[in-house]
């Protein structure tokens, strides 16, 4: 049994100190992501009280008044006298580094770091409201001006409730948006709701009048369901979990007839987007027991080589979430991104072999299917590698990417790739401007015709016959699929640049996609970016503006009679014109593309990339707006 949860839990380590003069260095930005990363703060103290047992429903709302409640029903924040004199829940608001988790026994397992999150929260709020239910008694706090206590505690009554509930407005002054994406929060929201089984999880949209609710009791067999809609799946989820020496691990897992592996991983209910050693035990246990099966079976004979893990994942879709205790837990560097217990590699390993073998041995002819598709993928690979060894005798590899490039790209001068830009053109004509426009030193250009193959479900020999695509993994150099490097691409920046309309987006979503599918890292490491050409030209008093959006377009054109062009395409651009707007570094405007969260990644790159061209449509006729006013990273 825990320790008693109450003022002496709460542990001061350093007192709340500029906050608000350097937010980014709390909650990474002050735009849409940092402001969001308020709710997560909040909403991951929540999770921690249901993650331990406590309550089984947390509730978040959007105000209309633009503030926003999270609401649990755990144990109720303490709020007794704490040593340094006032109440913990004071403490918890306004105190950096102080929180229930540095106490151990507090929690037997947490992902965030209850206080810190609080007190951040609260310095970058216009206000905080606090409410408390433990101990049969109802108290309320309330901060205002980043942080400053308005009064003392006020002991509301009696009541029979626990829990805790958080109501907060984010300060204007200090982002640079305030209101809060339903979907965002609702994405968020629905994806702890499948690792937190059991639990209800509900978010209400007051000033749109929506509500959703989401209760998953089948847990991560659910999540994988969800994950998988629009895939052909092999088999039916298959999930397990075991705990040992203190480590609980929950696995499910899918075969798919896509190309592409896709790992999800989690320490308690925090994501670790960078892996760790529970991935490491995971893969290394889930390779030895498939080798060891297919050996058993006589699939693989003494003479044949194992499985790579790469042929063992291709098409597997996992999800691998452990819990650990307080004190075993350790992450690498300063973010939670990255697992670094050593033991959960062995506990993983250890459950994912046993229980691996258990499925495989109770399912023979599904097991055989699978065998036969992972051996598949292994004489493709070995046909593949046994290809590159002929390309590269002589000097056959070069003149073959020679070939392929020849006449299309239009290369920079200079040899150092860490200050080189590749423009992916669409069009021949926007392709002929950039050339000419372009700084041939470090500047090169390929321009792409057409719209390029859908690779969501396209296999590596398919993407190596469709000629742009092969063009563009030739012109980076890195690779393709698993033998993809990014440590050896050819250029620090892959410049999408395409029309402002539909057809330009469809595009640009075409290449995303394969090089999500396939270029993973190159997306990871943050070298793709978007390029973003002007709608319009305007002449006004014999000087000429841009702009990027209408709202922008009615400011210049106000006070004075104007010219204006609506610029349909790339193409209608001349050289000099492209150069100003959209190429030249000290006066463009680039989108750098990153992943924010894989699971929601991989779940929308299935869906739109998947059968129904009418749902990618549609969502990029909904979605896009053809302004700078997208929530991305602008640079």
């Not at 947490?110 to 433990?134: F, K």
């Not at 994988?224 to 499910?252: C, Q, S």
Request: aromatic letters at 8%; one cysteine or more.
């Amino acid at each position: 049994m825990e320790k008693k949860y109450d003022a002496s839990s709460i542990k001061i380590l350093k007192g709340l100190e500029a906050v608000r003069v350097r937010p980014g260095m709390y909650i990474g930005s002050v735009d849409s992501r940092g402001l969001h990363h308020l709710v997560w703060e909040i909403l991951d103290n929540a999770i921690d009280e249901a993650l331990n047992g406590y309550g089984k429903t947390i509730t978040v709302s959007l105000n209309k008044d633009g503030s926003v409640t999270v609401a649990d029903e755990g144990r109720g924040m303490p709020v007794d006298q704490h040593e340094s004199g006032v109440s913990a829940l004071e403490v918890i608001f306004t105190v950096l580094h102080a929180g229930g988790k540095f106490e151990e026994g507090a929690y037997k397992t947490s992902g965030g770091l209850h206080g810190v999150g609080a007190s951040v929260v609260n310095a970058l709020s216009e206000w905080v409201d606090v409410e408390v239910c433990t101990n049969k008694r109802r108290y309320h706090i309330r901060f205002m001006d980043g942080g400053s206590k308005v009064s003392a505690l006020e002991d509301l009554g009696s009541t029979n409730k626990t829990g805790s509930k958080v109501t907060f407005k984010p300060d204007p002054s200090i982002f640079t948006q305030t209101a809060f994406n339903f979907q965002t929060i609702i994405t968020r929201v629905q994806e702890e709701a499948f690792l937190l089984a059991g639990v209800k999880m509900v978010v209400i949209d007051e000033l749109n009048d929506k509500k959703e609710e989401f209760l998953y009791e089948d847990g991560l067999r659910s999540f994988i369901e969800f994950l998988n809609e629009d895939r052909d799946v092999l088999h039916k989820p298959v999930t397990f979990d075991h705990m040992i020496n203190g480590i609980e691990v929950n696995i499910a897992f899918q075969y798919t007839d896509s190309y592409q592996e896709n790992i999800f991983s989690f320490v308690n209910l925090v994501r670790t987007k960078d892996g760790g050693t529970h991935e490491v035990g995971y893969k290394t246990g889930f390779t030895k027991t498939i080798n060891d099966y297919a050996r058993s079976i006589g699939v693989l004979k003494d003479k044949d080589k194992n499985f790579e893990g790469s042929d063992v994942r291709e098409g597997l879709t996992s999800i691998i979430s452990v819990s650990i205790p307080e004190d075993k837990l350790q992450f690498e560097g300063q973010t939670k991104g990255k697992l670094g217990t050593p033991e959960a590699k062995n506990a993983v390993e250890s459950i994912v072999s046993e229980h691996l073998l258990y499925f495989l041995q109770e399912n023979g002819d599904l097991a055989f299917k699978i065998i036969k598709k992972i051996q598949k993928a292994a004489n493709v690979r070995e046909a593949a590698r046994k290809a590159k060894e002929e390309a590269r005798k002589g000097k056959k590899n070069e003149k073959k990417a020679e070939k392929i490039l020849s006449g299309k790209l239009a290369n920079a001068q200079s040899k150092d790739a860490s200050k080189l830009e590749l423009f992916l053109v669409e069009g021949d004509s926007a392709g002929g401007s950039a050339k000419q426009c372009r700084d041939s030193k470090y500047q090169a250009i390929l321009p792409l015709r057409g719209k390029v193959l859908n690779t969501q479900k396209a296999s590596i020999s398919e993407i190596e016959k469709n000629e742009e695509l092969n063009t563009i993994i030739h012109a980076l150099g890195a690779g393709v699929g698993n033998d993809f490097k990014v440590e050896d691409i050819n250029y620090d920046k892959v410049i999408i640049m395409t029309d402002a309309d539909t057809d330009g987006a469809h595009i640009q979503v075409l290449l995303l996609t394969f090089f999500y599918q396939y270029m993973r890292k190159l997306i990871e490491t943050g070298h793709v970016y978007i390029a973003m050409p002007p709608l319009y030209m305007v002449k006004k008093n014999k000087e000429i503006f841009y702009a990027y959006d209408d709202a922008e377009l009615a400011k210049i054109k106000s006070g004075g009679k104007c010219e204006v062009k609506r610029f349909k395409g790339l193409g209608e651009m001349n050289a000099n014109e492209l150069w100003d707007t959209t190429m030249n570094p000290l006066s463009r405007t680039l989108v750098n593309v990153t992943l924010e969260d894989l699971a929601v990644c991989d779940r929308r790159v299935s869906v739109l990339m998947g059968n129904k061209p009418e749902l990618r449509r549609e969502w990029i006729e909904n979605n896009i707006d053809f302004t700078l006013e997208e929530d991305y990273r602008v640079m």
